[in-house]
T-cell receptor
Framework: RKEVEQDPGPFNVPEGATVAFNCTYS??????FFWYRQDCRKEPKLLMS???SGNEDGRFTAQLNRASQYISLLIRDSKLSDSATYLC??????????FGTGTRLQVFP | EPEVTQTPSHQVTQMGQEVILRCVPI?????FYWYRQILGQKVEFLVS????????KSEIFDDQFSVERPDGSNFTLKIRSTKLEDSAMYFC???????????FGPGTRLTVT
């Protein structure tokens, strides 16, 4: 089983749509959780950390379910500029980040 | 806003040659990392560095690889004898403390011919 698993997509959605990404992780000892976005041939950029209580940053909401080992990201009112690959990232009891393969989002006019 | 910088942005080298990739982490950060991403694949951890020594390395990080923080600001990754399969994007990252948020540099694209 992969350490971090994501649906590769692509998700093709119109502007203004709401889109949700899911991610599962295999190691129950994982301690920190993040969503990064990556544009083509660019570096991963931190979008948000994910907490058990859930957190929201503008149009973005992240949720963590430790019992199910499941992380989600919801994007409301999609913009063309949201088109990117969204990376689910987990950190265990060491400091290295473990990346999923990413879910590609394409927002069209 | 402070950022991680990396040089060069693109390096082309012949198989068997040595390359040094350079990074300047964010100035008050204490933990430094190298990751790589082969085209079309996921980002993979190579090595972490704290307090002037390696704290963890992956199985990719074999004897051909080394890291150094030569002068308190730069953080380098050396590949002693490059192989074709070393062709990838190499990202440097830094963070203030372990388990906090890591910030990535723009990457060096290494092409081994």
């Amino acid at each position: 089983r992969k350490e971090v698993e994501q649906d590769p997509g692509p998700f093709n959605v119109p502007e203004g749509a709401t889109v949700a990404f899911n991610c599962t992780y295999s190691n129950s000892a994982s301690q920190s959780f993040f969503w990064y976005r990556q544009d083509c041939r660019k570096e991963p950029k931190l979008l948000m950390s994910v907490y058990s209580s859930g957190n929201e940053d503008g149009r973005f909401t992240a949720q963590l379910n430790r019992a199910s080992q499941y992380i989600s990201l919801l994007i409301r009112d999609s913009k063309l500029s949201d088109s990117a690959t969204y990376l689910c990232v987990v950190n265990k009891d060491t400091d290295k980040l473990i990346f999923g393969t990413g879910t590609r989002l394409q927002v069209f006019p | 806003e402070p950022e991680v910088t990396q040089t060069p942005s693109h390096q082309v080298t012949q198989m068997g040659q040595e390359v040094i990739l350079r990074c300047v982490p964010i100035s008050n950060h204490l933990y430094f990392y190298w990751y790589r991403q082969i085209l079309g694949q996921k980002v993979e951890f190579l090595v972490s560095f704290y307090n002037n020594e390696i704290s963890e390395k992956s199985e990719i990080f074999d004897d051909q690889f080394s890291v150094e923080r030569p002068d308190g600001s730069n953080f380098t990754l050396k590949i002693r004898s490059t192989k074709l399969e070393d062709s990838a994007m190499y990202f440097c990252a830094s963070e203030t403390g372990a388990g906090y948020e890591q910030y990535f540099g723009p990457g060096t694209r290494l092409t081994v011919t």
